[in-house]
């Protein structure tokens, strides 16, 4: 059974940083393409940043954040710096199999879910 764990989520202040953490168990991440998608209040859900070989980052976060990935812990992190009160967010991890088939920006590129974790940026 595949599971996706968030955590590292939180409350902080703008222009501070954070790093999110999606434990993977039931796959071998290194194996797989993941992703990071958010969704604010009152808005979609929307692509944050995803990895395969290389990385692909929303506009929006772009030299603000970085996705990596431990083969060794089968974790996939977001680093999160510069926050701003815009990055407010259920911020969620993705996987699918291999490679994406649209660039790994769209949710439906995507088998697995995590439950998601609550960032918040106060200004």
């Known amino acids: 059974q595949v599971q996706l764990v968030e955590s590292g989520g939180g409350l902080v202040q703008a222009g501070d940083s954070l790093r999110l953490s999606c434990a993977a168990s039931g796959l071998i991440f290194s194996r797989y393409t993941a992703g990071w998608f958010r969704q604010a209040p009152g808005k979609e859900r929307e692509f944050v940043a995803r990895i395969t070989w290389n990385t692909n980052y929303a506009d929006s976060v772009k030299g603000r954040f970085t996705i990596s990935r431990d083969n060794a812990e089968n974790t996939v992190y977001l680093q999160m710096s510069s926050l701003k009160p815009e990055d407010t967010a259920v911020y969620y991890c993705?996987?699918?199999?291999?490679?994406?088939?649209?660039?790994?920006?769209?949710?439906?590129?995507?088998?697995?879910w995590g439950q998601g974790t609550q960032v918040t940026v106060s200004s």
């Open positions: 993705a996987a699918r199999s291999g490679l994406p088939t649209a660039g790994g920006r769209r949710e439906y590129e995507y088998t697995y």
